[in-house]
């Protein structure tokens, strides 16, 4: 069964820092894109980070840019998200996803996770 498990997520006060993980079973992660995206309240879905086939490439939204590093494990077949200095700002449920490439556009994922919540607040 194909799958993807996001978890990691919590309350974390401004400047704290939380690890995503991002597990999947039934396919080989380092073959395909792996997204980050999230979604704030209100807000429209928006990518956050993608790691290319074989790390090719790493791409950041702006706003994470050196406050949040993607990395992948192909031994545990996962990926993560480290994310410090959180702002409230980076509230979200925050998902992964996997596409044949790093399309930025999760309406061109192939498999999708459920999404796990981030909140930063004091």
């Known amino acids: 069964q194909v799958q993807l498990v996001e978890s990691g997520g919590g309350l974390v006060q401004p400047g704290g820092s939380l690890r995503l993980s991002c597990a999947a079973s039934?396919?080989?992660?380092?073959?395909?894109?792996i997204h980050w995206f999230r979604q704030a309240p209100g807000k429209e879905r928006e990518g956050v980070s993608c790691?290319?086939?074989?790390?090719?490439?790493?791409y950041y939204l702006d706003s994470v840019r050196g406050r949040f590093t993607m990395s992948r494990d192909n031994a545990k077949n996962t990926v993560y998200l480290q994310m410090n200095n959180l702002i409230p700002e980076d509230t979200a449920i925050y998902y992964c996803?996997?596409?044949?490439?790093?399309?930025?556009?999760?309406?061109?994922?192939?498999?999708r996770g459920q999404g796990t919540q981030v909140t930063v607040s004091s």
């Open positions: 039934g396919f080989t992660l380092k073959n395909y894109g």
């Open positions: 996803a996997a596409a044949p490439l790093c399309s930025g556009n999760f309406a061109n994922t192939q498999y």
């Open positions: 790691i290319t086939s074989f790390d090719t490439n790493l």
